[in-house]
C-alpha cells in the first residue's frame, strides 16, 4: 500500500460512526414520576422480548435488593451481611429527597416483572415476577399496562 492509500484508510475507518440510540424523552419522563415516588404498570420492548411490570424508583429497587433478595434470600450470614454492606451504598444514589434538577437517569426499575417470547403467552417466570433492572436505551418501545 503507498503512503497515501494507508492515510486514506485510516481517515475512512475512523470516519465510520456507531449509531447510538437516544432514549425516548416519554420514558425518561415516566422514570423520573417515578423516582418521585410514583410507580405504575407498563410493558417495554426489549430486544424482541416483552418485559411487563411495575415501575418503581431506583430507591424502592435498591431497597427491594436489601430487604428481600439480601436479607430474606441468601443464607448464609457472612455473605448475607458482605451483600447488604455492598449494596446498601447504592441508597446513596437514590436520595429520599428527589431534587427537581435530578439527573437523567440511565436505568429503568421494575418489580413484578415477566418476560413474554415472542410466539407465546406464557410468561417466565409463570408464577411471581421478579425485581429487574434495565438501561432505558435499550428499551424500543412501551405502552402503559401490565400483561397477564
Not at 447510538?20 to 424482541?48: E, I, K, Q, W, Y
Not at 427491594?64 to 457472612?78: M, P, R, S, W
Not at 436520595?95 to 437517569?105: F, H, K, L, M, R
Not at 428499551?139 to 397477564?148: C, N
Request: aromatic residues 10%; glycine residues 12%.
Amino acid at each position: 500500500m503507498t503512503e497515501v492509500s494507508e492515510t486514506q484508510a485510516l481517515e475512512e475507518k475512523q470516519s465510520i460512526s456507531i449509531p447510538c440510540r437516544s432514549p425516548d424523552p416519554m420514558l425518561l419522563d415516566l422514570v423520573l414520576v417515578a423516582n418521585h415516588g410514583f410507580g405504575f404498570g407498563v410493558t417495554l420492548t426489549v430486544g424482541g422480548v416483552l418485559v411487563s411490570g411495575n415501575v418503581v424508583s431506583g430507591r424502592q429497587y435498591v431497597q427491594f435488593i436489601l430487604d428481600e433478595a439480601i436479607g430474606n434470600g441468601v443464607q448464609d450470614e457472612t455473605v448475607r451481611v458482605a451483600l447488604h454492606n455492598r449494596f446498601k451504598g447504592y441508597l446513596d444514589l437514590y436520595p429520599v429527597e428527589v431534587p427537581d434538577d435530578q439527573s437523567t437517569p440511565t436505568f429503568i426499575h421494575l418489580c413484578n416483572a415477566k418476560f413474554y417470547a415472542p410466539g407465546s403467552s406464557d410468561s417466565i417466570p409463570s408464577g411471581e415476577g421478579v425485581l429487574w433492572r434495565g438501561a432505558i436505551t435499550d428499551v424500543s418501545g412501551f405502552f402503559f399496562g401490565v400483561l397477564g
